[in-house]
T-cell receptor, first 112, second 115 residues
Framework: QKEVEQNSGPLSVPEGAIASLNCTYS??????FFWYRQYSGKSPELIMS????GDKEDGRFTAQLNKASQYVSLLIRDSQPSDSATYLC????????????FGTGTKLQVIP | EAGVTQFPSHSVIEKGQTVTLRCDPI?????LYWYRRVMGKEIKFLLH????????ESGMPNNRFLAERTGGTYSTLKVQPAELEDSGVYFC?????????????FGPGTRLTVL
């Protein structure tokens, strides 16, 4: 079983709609969760981090965490064509090693 | 403030050759990480430096890979001899501290192609 799982997509949404990106993880003791955005050929860029159960909002982005279900999601409201990118879910390994484990990413396409 | 830089941006070598990748972290960042993304797979952790010391090298694939960070500034990752399966994008990241809430800033990556 993969440690961090994401649907590879592509996820296509019309401009102005809500894009919902999902991620599940296998390590129950994981404490920190991140969403990175990666444009084609570019480096990953951190857009959201979340550490506690519930929702965290930042502008058009909302991260949701449910540790009991081992599930983290990212909602993008009022999606724009510029949001088209691959979104990487990442989980902080809270075991003996301090490292980040990534999912394979979900490709989002926002259609004008 | 300059971001994380990596050199070269692309490298094409033949199987059996040696390649050295370089990463310059953000100034003042003690923590430096190497990651690799093989086509179609997730970004995978290779190793973590704290200053010049290897904190965790559990992700290094095998002994053909050697990472160094002399003086605790820039880091190099050498692959010798390179194999076909080493092809991928090698990312470097740095952070001020290793705490889970501390953002890791990624460099643009080096795309390595082994023929």
């Amino acid at each position: 079983q993969k440690e961090v799982e994401q649907n590879s997509g592509p996820l296509s949404v019309p401009e102005g709609a809500i894009a919902s990106l999902n991620c599940t993880y296998s390590d129950r003791v994981s404490q920190s969760f991140f969403w990175y955005r990666q444009y084609s050929g570019k480096s990953p860029e951190l857009i959201m981090s979340i550490y506690s159960n519930g929702d965290k909002e930042d502008g058009r982005f909302t991260a949701q965490l449910n540790k009991a279900s081992q599930y983290v999601s990212l909602l993008i409201r009022d999606s724009q064509p510029s949001d088209s990118a691959t979104y990487l879910c990442a989980v902080w390994d809270s075991g003996g090693y301090q490292k980040v484990t990534f999912g394979t990413g979900t490709k989002l396409q926002v259609i004008p | 403030e300059a971001g994380v830089t990596q050199f070269p941006s692309h490298s094409v070598i033949e199987k059996g050759q040696t390649v050295t990748l370089r990463c310059d972290p953000i100034s003042g960042h003690d923590n430096l990480y190497w990651y690799r993304r093989v086509m179609g797979k997730e970004i995978k952790f290779l190793l973590h430096f704290v200053k010049e010391s290897k904190q965790d090298e559990s992700g290094m694939p095998n002994n053909r890979f050697l990472a160094e960070r002399t003086g605790g500034t820039y880091s190099t990752l050498k692959v010798q001899p390179a194999e076909l399966e080493d092809s991928g994008v090698y990312f470097c990241a740095s952070s001020h501290s290793a705490h889970s809430y501390n953002e890791q800033f990624f460099g643009p990556g080096t795309r390595l192609t082994v023929l």
